[in-house]
């Protein structure tokens, strides 16, 4: 099957429905625009994440435009609601999603359009917004000794709750929310929790407004500018002193180790000859942009990233990249949705 359309969409999570509501007004879905998510259903990675993140413990949930997001009981698992509200927002904006579908490459043809390989056949199109976001490429480091622990080993990506690691060692490995969040709710089962990361933990005070969401953005986006690799958006933020991590700070549960230097069969040793025994390791090590069916299009450069002006390739102005650097979180993919649709709109009136 071959179809063409004006623009195609890829992915379906916050950044992608954002742009395809900013499209709905202006192209009719399956003949001027279509949407692409290689999920089963509605939800983007919200319907990946694991039970006891709740609606308390999430650190927040944005709206899509135009559509309130529920407030059901603190204790509701996020998971249980979010992609129920995805696919409402799908349904009431008449967006069309195509699922499951894979795409497997975005080449460039000699009439300027584009041809997206799906597994369900090519479509061409004349622009193309990606927002296929992080979720399948959780990031794995590699350290000495790691294919000989003779324990387990997981990615946040596979994390299910905390009953699993009852009277287990666990060493949870990575600075960012969701590292803290496994360690709040692991610790109270486990033999014992030690948390390691690269870099000491930078703590914010104070509440996190719309001014200085606005200075975050702008130093994740000015990397991107520049063609490096995207900083993730905590990495710029700090981490919330919420009331509940502050308990947990002060019953110990989150004093930090600095980054070992190996992994031995039965635990992490530092080069000053720390050991730490262990059971399990939790990679809370974050993930990295899914783009490699983009590669045939040669976007990266020197420095691996790729150059962005706004949401849009520099080099190829038929290419936004929304949930990227700094639309990689929830905080501006809604904003990014509205400024890919309005300039690939200029582009094809030329």
Same mark, same amino acid.
């Given at each position: 099957?071959?179809?063409? =359309?004006?623009?195609?969409?890829?992915?379906?999570?916050?950044?992608?429905?954002?742009?395809?509501?900013?499209?709905?007004? &202006?192209?009719?879905?399956?003949?001027?625009?279509?949407?692409?998510?290689?999920?089963? $259903?509605?939800?983007?990675?919200?319907?990946?994440?694991?039970?006891?993140?709740? +609606?308390?413990?999430?650190?927040?949930?944005?709206? @899509?435009?135009?559509?309130?997001?529920?407030?059901?009981?603190?204790?509701?698992?996020?998971?249980?609601?979010?992609?129920?509200?995805?696919?409402? &927002?799908?349904?009431?904006?008449?967006?069309?999603?195509?699922?499951?579908?894979?795409?497997?490459?975005? /080449?460039?043809?000699?009439?300027?359009?584009?041809?997206?390989?799906?597994?369900?056949?090519?479509?061409?199109?004349?622009?193309?917004?990606?927002?296929?976001?992080?979720?399948? /490429?959780? +990031?794995?480091?590699? &350290?000495?000794?790691?294919?000989? +622990?003779?324990? *387990?080993?997981?990615?946040?990506?596979? &994390? /299910? %709750?905390?009953?699993?690691?009852?009277?287990?060692?666990?060493?949870?490995?990575?600075?960012?929310?969701?590292?803290?969040?496994?360690?709040?709710?692991?610790?109270?089962?486990?033999?014992?929790?030690?948390?390691?990361?690269?870099?000491?933990?930078?703590?914010?005070? %104070?509440?996190?407004?719309?001014?200085?969401?606005?200075?975050?953005?702008?130093?994740?986006?000015?990397? =991107?500018?520049?063609?490096? *690799?995207?900083?993730?958006?905590?990495?710029?933020?700090?981490? !919330? @002193?919420?009331?509940?991590?502050?308990?947990?700070?002060?019953?110990?549960?989150?004093?930090?180790?600095?980054?070992?230097?190996?992994?031995?069969?039965? $635990?992490?040793?530092?080069?000053?000859?720390?050991? =730490?025994?262990?059971?399990?390791?939790?990679?809370?090590? %974050?993930? /990295?942009?899914? #783009?490699?069916?983009?590669? !045939? #299009?040669? @976007?990266?450069?020197?420095?691996?990233?790729?150059?962005?002006?706004?949401?849009?390739?520099?080099?190829?102005?038929?290419?936004?990249?929304?949930?990227?650097?700094?639309?990689?979180?929830?905080?501006?993919?809604?904003?990014?949705?509205?400024?890919?649709?309005?300039?690939?709109?200029?582009?094809?009136?030329?």
């Amino acid at each position: 099957m071959e179809r063409e =359309v004006e623009v195609a969409v890829i992915g379906a999570g916050q950044a992608g429905l954002a742009a395809a509501h900013s499209l709905r007004r &202006y192209f009719e879905p399956e003949s001027g625009f279509v949407v692409f998510d290689h999920n089963p $259903g509605p939800g983007g990675a919200w319907q990946h994440r694991w039970p006891t993140l709740t +609606f308390k413990t999430v650190n927040r949930v944005y709206q @899509l435009p135009d559509m309130a997001v529920p407030e059901p009981d603190e204790d509701t698992p996020v998971a249980d609601v979010i992609p129920g509200y995805f696919a409402e &927002y799908e349904r009431a904006f008449d967006l069309r999603v195509q699922r499951p579908v894979s795409v497997e490459a975005v /080449r460039s043809l000699p009439d300027k359009r584009l041809a997206v390989e799906t597994d369900r056949g090519t479509w061409t199109a004349r622009a193309l917004i990606n927002a296929t976001g992080t979720w399948e /490429r959780p +990031f794995w480091p590699r &350290y000495p000794g790691q294919e000989a +622990f003779g324990g *387990r080993q997981l990615h946040t990506a596979q &994390y /299910r %709750g905390p009953e699993e690691f009852e009277g287990k060692r666990v060493i949870v490995v990575g600075g960012g929310i969701s590292g803290i969040q496994h360690l709040m709710e692991i610790a109270p089962l486990a033999a014992e929790t030690h948390w390691v990361t690269r870099r000491p933990p930078e703590w914010r005070e %104070g509440e996190f407004d719309s001014e200085y969401g606005r200075e975050v953005v702008a130093k994740v986006e000015e990397r =991107v500018r520049r063609g490096l *690799r995207p900083r993730s958006v905590i990495s710029v933020t700090g981490l !919330p @002193l919420s009331p509940e991590v502050r308990a947990a700070r002060e019953a110990g549960v989150l004093d930090r180790l600095p980054m070992f230097d190996r992994i031995e069969p039965d $635990g992490a040793r530092w080069e000053d000859g720390r050991f =730490v025994e262990a059971d399990t390791i939790i990679w809370a090590t %974050g993930f /990295r942009a899914s #783009l490699d069916h983009l590669a !045939p #299009l040669k @976007l990266r450069g020197p420095r691996g990233g790729i150059a962005m002006d706004g949401t849009r390739v520099a080099a190829d102005p038929r290419i936004h990249l929304v949930g990227y650097g700094p639309s990689a979180s929830t905080i501006g993919a809604n904003r990014a949705g509205r400024t890919a649709v309005r300039e690939i709109r200029e582009l094809l009136a030329t």
